[in-house]
């Protein structure tokens, strides 16, 4: 480390070092990751403290994790995977109308301020037109296609949600490019509920691709939003793009 | 199990991580049942810590491996070891949850018989045994750090805060508390090169 160039080194030191332990505000973390993807030594510093920052979890006292954890986990896992077998019939269900869907939206409890932002969006998006729904039809192997449409200011997004009954298969394109530590985060919006579904990552060529495992029987909408890595339990930003579900 | 199925885990369980999460991204349950085995007590372990509470931990490592098998969110082997991967998403369910909980974390009863710190060697897997001493040694390490070093890490890490807020909440200079931080990070990545055996740093990751 003693032959980085003095200038940089004082410049973004204790900015990588902040950047490393995921202290920075998204503007600082913005700048960092910049300068980091065409600096190769300040690159070189932040893999060196990185191997620091992460061997803190082994520092805390190691506890044996309680095995109920480990058989509801695999009970979930076991019963997504099987229903993802082509073998396994899709499920019929009565879905209400797409009126009463709506209507419902607001009969539930009253929603967090950041929730409740967030479907306002969506009803008003809808109300001047934002969801108008573009090219859709119906497969050969009973999938039903919806075209997604993208929120102010990522109007250049394009996406399609393909359901195949309770679940479904939703294909972007045009999204921003992802910053260190950032994912993108698919949502299932049934009434007043919304409801944290898959995470993904966008692919060289810009697409991305995610499957919504379940929720989509008599859901609204489907939608996407920018979340720390792992994803959030609640939307912690407005829709980049969304699409009916109908 | 079936023989066949004997043999099929045997042979997951020779895979490196980096292997595993190749069958993970196709919706292999028994590779992810491999994974969990090796990673969920760290993620347990990491998770307790932030959020202070057993049901939140299980939670936490619940949605953080759930979001793991039904993401295409894939692992990049050029951000580190498939470990530190799962440890990241763990951490920010924790924070989220620690956030949205609003709740100080307990002290940990060290009696406790989950605890593999109060447990003889003796019950101890070869994992459970490396996963115990590298803590220790690693947490010897960090509190030769200055006080005031380690707390402003601390604070960011298992915290989730912010330079800005622990320069609040510690009342100093904004560029104090990133001078900490990058002084504590270069004294334990010292410990790393030099006092820590590779064989712990390589067995935790």
């Known amino acids: 480390m003693t032959d980085q160039p003095r200038s940089c080194d004082e410049r973004w030191g204790e900015e990588i070092a902040a950047y490393s332990l995921d202290a920075l505000d998204e503007a600082a973390s913005a700048r960092v990751t910049d300068h980091v993807a065409g600096c190769n030594a300040c690159a070189a510093r932040l893999r060196w403290l990185q191997a620091a920052v992460d061997l803190l979890p082994a520092s805390v006292p190691q506890l044996e994790a309680p095995p109920a954890l480990r058989e509801r986990l695999m009970a979930t896992v076991e019963a997504e995977a099987e229903a993802r077998s082509p073998s396994r019939p899709a499920a019929a269900t009565s879905r209400p109308s ?65 359901i195949d009954g309770d679940r479904g298969d939703l294909h972007v394109a045009g999204l921003p490019a992802l910053k260190r530590g950032q994912v993108y985060q698919a949502w299932v919006a049934t009434g007043n509920d919304i409801e944290p579904s898959s995470v993904f990552v966008l692919a060289g060529d810009g697409t991305g691709e995610v499957s919504i495992p379940k929720g989509l029987s008599g859901a609204d909408q489907v939608m996407v939003t920018r979340e720390p890595e792992g994803g959030s339990t609640a939307p912690s930003t407005g829709p980049l793009i969304a699409a009916t579900v109908d | 199990m079936s023989p066949e199925s004997d043999q099929s885990a045997v042979a997951l369980e020779r895979l490196a991580d980096e292997e595993l999460m190749v069958l993970v991204d196709r919706k292999d349950p028994h590779a992810f049942e491999v994974l969990y085995d090796r990673h969920g007590g760290p993620a347990y372990s990491l998770a307790y810590r932030i959020v202070g509470d057993r049901v939140a931990a299980e939670d936490v490592t619940q949605e953080a491996f759930l979001s793991i098998w039904r993401s295409r969110a894939r692992f990049d082997r050029a951000r580190g070891s498939v470990r530190s991967w799962v440890l990241s998403i763990v951490r920010n369910r924790g924070i989220d949850s620690l956030r949205r909980g609003g709740a100080n974390a307990p002290a940990l009863d060290l009696d406790d018989e989950t605890v593999l710190e109060s447990r003889p060697s003796s019950e101890l897997t070869e994992d459970e045994a490396l996963r115990r001493e590298t803590s220790e040694e690693l947490r010897g390490a960090l509190g030769q750090l200055p006080e005031d070093q380690s707390r402003v890490i601390h604070l960011a890490y298992f915290g989730g805060f912010s330079h800005s807020e622990i320069a609040e909440m510690l009342n100093m200079p904004l560029g104090t508390v990133k001078g900490r931080m990058r002084l504590g990070l270069e004294k334990i990545r010292a410990q790393i090169a030099e006092g820590l055996s590779p064989e712990m740093v390589e067995g935790w990751s």
Not at chain 1, 101 to 106: K, L, M, P, T, V
Not at chain 1, 128 to 147: M, N, Q
Not at chain 1, 153 to 162: E, F, K, W
């Open chain 1, 98 to 162: 797409l009126g009463e869907r709506i209507g419902a939206r607001f009969r539930g409890p009253v929603l967090r301020p950041a929730l409740a932002g967030l479907a306002v969006a969506l009803i008003v998006a809808g109300a001047v037109g934002y969801e108008l729904r573009g090219d859709s039809g119906t497969g050969a192997d009973g999938t039903h296609t919806v075209a997604a449409t993208a929120f102010k200011p990522y109007s250049g997004a394009t996406g399609s949600l393909v």
